[in-house]
C-alpha cells in the first residue's frame, strides 16, 4: 500500500530530510605530507543517524515509502556491520516502523547496545561469515516471509549510491569544484564510492576515483570488503575505477592515534583507513586535492580506543 503524502510518517520523513547530508569538509591541516598536496574529508558523523549511512538509509526508506513497498505493518529488514542498521533505526524509530537487523556476531558491542536501544530486533550471525552471510540471512528471512518484510537490500538497491549521487557529490564539488584531482574512499556496499564518483567524474572525468580495499580477508576495518574474496555488491560500478589501493588494519589503528594527536579528532577506524589512503597518496603526488569520507568517529568502537590510548 502506498503511503498517503498527507499521512503524518510521510510528513515526518520528509521533515527528516532536513537533517540529513550537508556535513562539514575538514582540510587536514597536520598530516598531509606535502605542501602542495591538500587533502579533505567529509565528517560524515555530523548528521542525524552518526554516520555516512544516514544517506542511503533515509533515501532507500523514503523511496520505500512512496512505492509502498515499505507499507503500513510491514518491517524492515536488512543485513548490517553496524552503522546502516543504526541509521535504519534512527529513522524508523521517529516513523513507527519496525527493524529487523542481521549483525556478524562480532559487530562492537557499543553498536548492539544502540540497535538494542532503538528497538530494533537483531538476529546474530557467524563472526566467521562477515557481512555477506548476514546478508544471506536476511534474504532467506525474507523469502520464507515476503509479506511480513520489506527487504531493504543496501548492497543492492539503486537507492544506496544515488543517495550519494544526489547528496554527497554535489556537496562536495560545490565546495572544492575544478580543484578536486582525486576522490578515494574505502569499499564497503560500494555505494559512497560509486554515488560520488559518478558525479564528479560527470563534473570533470580528469578526477581520479581511488576504492581502498583491506590488505587481506581477515582485517579490523569494519564495513569495509575484501573484494577478492567477499561477494560483490550488485551496485559497484567497476568502470568508475582509476585504481584500488591497499590499508593495513594497524596501519589504521596507527593513523587513529596520529589523527588524535595532531588534529584533534578521534576517528573510527574506517576514517583512519580512508586518511591512511589518502597519505599514501599524497606521497606518490607532487600537488593535487585528494577528498575522503570520514564515515564516522570513534563513539562506536571504545573497545579499540581502549586497547591503543
Known amino acids: 500500500m502506498v503511503i498517503n503524502q498527507e499521512s503524518e510518517v510521510f510528513k515526518s520523513i520528509t521533515t527528516l530530510g532536513k537533517y540529513v547530508g550537508n556535513t562539514p569538509l575538514y582540510e587536514i591541516q597536520h598530516l598531509s605530507p606535502k605542501p602542495k598536496v591538500k ?6 558523523w555530523m548528521q542525524f543517524g552518526g554516520s555516512v549511512k544516514t544517506r542511503p538509509a533515509y533515501q532507500i526508506i523514503k523511496a520505500a515509502l512512496e512505492s509502498g513497498e515499505l507499507g503500513t505493518g510491514k518491517t524492515l529488514l536488512d543485513a548490517s556491520s553496524g552503522n546502516t542498521g543504526l541509521a535504519y533505526a534512527t529513522i524508523c524509530a521517529r516513523l513507527g516502523i519496525p527493524v529487523t537487523i542481521c549483525l556478524p556476531e562480532n559487530a562492537s558491542w557499543e553498536r548492539k547496545k544502540l540497535l538494542k536501544g532503538l528497538g530494533v530486533n537483531i538476529v546474530y550471525t557467524s563472526k566467521f561469515g562477515s ?3 548476514s546478508e544471506a540471512k536476511a534474504h532467506e528471512m525474507y523469502n520464507n516471509e515476503p509479506d511480513k518484510y520489506f527487504l531493504a537490500n543496501q ?5 544506496n549510491w544515488k543517495a550519494h549521487y544526489e547528496g554527497t557529490g554535489p556537496e562536495i564539488f560545490e565546495e572544492l569544484g575544478d580543484s ?5 574512499t574505502g569499499l564497503g556496499t560500494t555505494g559512497s564510492f560509486t554515488g560520488i564518483s559518478k558525479y564528479l567524474k560527470e563534473r570533470d572525468p580528469s578526477i581520479q576515483t581511488i576504492g581502498l580495499q583491506p590488505d587481506g580477508a581477515l582485517h579490523g576495518l569494519e564495513g569495509w570488503k575484501d ?3 567477499a561477494k560483490v555488491p550488485g551496485i559497484y560500478d567497476t568502470s568508475l575505477v582509476d585504481a584500488i589501493k591497499h ?3 594497524y596501519d589504521a589503528y596507527d593513523m587513529l592515534k596520529e589523527t588524535a594527536k595532531k588534529e584533534g579528532i578521534l576517528l573510527s577506524p574506517s576514517s583512519a583507513a580512508n586518511l591512511k589512503g589518502a597519505i ?5 603526488i607532487e600537488e593535487g586535492v585528494i577528498v575522503t569520507l570520514f564515515p ?5 568502537y571504545s573497545e579499540i580506543i581502549k586497547s591503543l590510548f
Open 39 to 44: 587533502i579533505y574529508a567529509k565528517m560524515e
Open 131 to 133: 557481512s555477506d552471510e
Open 155 to 159: 548492497y543492492n538497491n539503486e537507492n
Open 180 to 184: 578536486i584531482t582525486h576522490f578515494m
Open 227 to 229: 573484494m577478492e574474496t
Open 247 to 249: 590499508v593495513d588494519t
Open 280 to 284: 599514501d597518496l599524497a606521497n606518490e
Open 296 to 300: 564516522d568517529n570513534a563513539e562506536k
